[in-house]
């Protein structure tokens, strides 16, 4: 594996490309500019915060085979029948679930860089967590409702991040979840479905050959918030690797 020297210029050019010739033939004819300006510069990326994290909070790791996601759409439920994501992405990942993101594959919290043209970011969290992970996060607020406050209000986080994200369909309830009164000491966090937080990246800034100095800055703001959340599912920090 390549050290990470940045994502070349033509990565977002070929990412524009794919969007305005979103087809199977197309992408095959230019499969060897996706591997070499997109994948095997996203996988140096992914081998250099997995050696970083391995200093900073161990538990979490990135795999070069395992935390880019695919560049293939899942199709079966949508109308859109593009073929392929317009964006690149990866994730690292808490050791002990391993890389389940979302509803359909429970993992835990971690931490994500999302390369696209005009819409690149870092984000990390908890994403959109099955019921039983959820249920078990609200039930943490009653046990730790003071460090998960330390963790996302602190004003170096406010400054950088702004807050939990609250403005994406199906985020926040509009009522408190069952089994939770009015009242509640954690009723604003309670109504969250979802907990992360991200920051979104110029160009320039996701091209830059700095991009792992300043992803890894930000992560390690998100550090506390990400292993709250890990404790509420069971899955504990480590010392070491």
């Not at 050290?3 to 230019?30: D, I, M, V």
């Not at 979490?60 to 935390?67: A, L, Q």
């Not at 392929?84 to 429970?106: N, Q, S």
Request: positive net charge.
């Amino acid at each position: 594996m390549h050290s990470f020297r940045g994502f070349p210029p033509t990565s977002l050019a070929f990412l524009r490309a794919l969007k305005k010739n979103n087809r199977r033939e197309w992408f095959e004819e230019h499969r060897d500019e996706f591997v070499r300006e997109i994948s095997d510069p996203m996988k140096a990326l992914i081998e250099e915060l997995d050696i970083r994290f391995a200093a900073l909070a161990p538990e979490f790791v990135g795999d070069p085979k395992r935390s880019m996601f695919r560049i293939y759409r899942d199709v079966r439920f949508s109308k859109d029948k593009s073929p392929y994501k317009t964006h690149a992405a990866l994730w690292i990942y808490h050791r002990a679930p391993g890389r389940g993101v979302g509803k359909e594959i429970d993992g835990g919290a971690g931490f994500y860089v999302h390369l696209e043209p005009n819409a690149s970011l870092i984000a990390a969290g908890l994403w959109m967590p099955p019921r039983p992970s959820l249920a078990k996060v609200r039930e943490h607020f009653s046990e730790d409702l003071a460090g998960w406050k330390r963790a996302v209000t602190a004003p170096a986080v406010l400054k950088r991040f702004g807050g939990l994200v609250d403005d994406e369909p199906g985020i926040l309830l509009k009522r408190l979840p069952r089994g939770f009164e009015e009242g509640h000491p954690a009723e604003k966090w309670l109504r969250y479905n979802s907990f992360t937080m991200h920051r979104s990246y110029t160009d320039a800034e996701i091209l830059s050959p700095k991009l792992a100095d300043r992803a890894m800055k930000d992560f390690s703001l998100l550090v506390p918030m990400a292993r709250w959340l890990n404790r509420a599912l069971g899955y504990l920090p480590a010392k070491s690797r």
